[in-house]
């Protein structure tokens, strides 16, 4: 009997998707107070600059493709991958934490292999 990693590869193949060596996170964020997207970015920037310097084996294993104020529920939104957990954690704590806000973060494992960057 397949295991459920087979399975769900098998699924992806049919989809033409597969998985991706950096799992891309979607944060969307909502600020407590009003900001203009360079506060944002200053604040996501600061936030991942101290990460890198405290721990710069974090090159590698994350990395930002995109920040942007959205119209919606959401304030803002940051995508972003990680390797694994680890580098995830690291992420919210040296990141996430420091935009000010409520965060919400979904987590995909495939796509079509397409770079977005």
Not at 33 to 40: R, T
Not at 59 to 86: P, R
Request: aromatic share 10%; glycine share 8%; hydrophobic share 40%.
């Amino acid at each position: 009997m397949p295991s459920d990693n087979e399975l769900l590869d098998k699924v992806l193949d049919e989809l033409g998707l597969s998985h991706t060596s950096m799992h891309i996170h979607f944060s969307e964020v909502q600020f407590w107070k009003p900001k203009k997207f360079q506060d944002f970015a200053k604040q996501v920037n600061d936030g991942f600059k101290q990460l890198l310097k405290e721990h710069p084996e974090a090159k590698g294993n994350l990395q930002i493709d995109w920040v942007a104020i959205t119209f919606g529920h959401a304030d803002g939104m940051i995508v972003w991958g990680a390797t694994d957990g680890k580098w995830a954690k690291m992420f919210r704590d040296y990141v996430l934490a420091t935009v000010d806000s409520r965060v919400q973060t979904m987590m995909c494992i495939a796509n079509d292999g397409a770079h977005h960057g």
